[in-house]
């Protein structure tokens, strides 16, 4: 942030012209009366056929607003769907915390 080299601000340029052509999307916020947290989360074992690496993934709400999501391959390969479950679950309560 100090010293900003032409790199950056290609990069920051990149993101601009991205979010431009994104001005159609939005994220609905909505007044709501419930205070609710309620997580999701879902895996695949050994879905990818390239390395059978698992995916996972989870969206958290409060009340009707999503507040944070992920999904992504896990880095390693894991020995059951369980274990997949179990890490999808870890990184939903590593993300809301």
Known sequence: MHAPTDSHWGI???ILRYLRGKT????HITCSSSF?????????WAGSTD????TGGYLVFFGQMPISWKSSKQCIVACSSTKVEYKALADETAGVM
Do not use: I
């Open 36 to 44: 609710a947290l309620h997580g999701f989360t879902d895996a695949n």
């Open 12 to 14: 920051v340029k990149r």
């Open 24 to 27: 159609t999307y939005s994220l």
């Open 51 to 54: 390395d059978h690496k698992s």
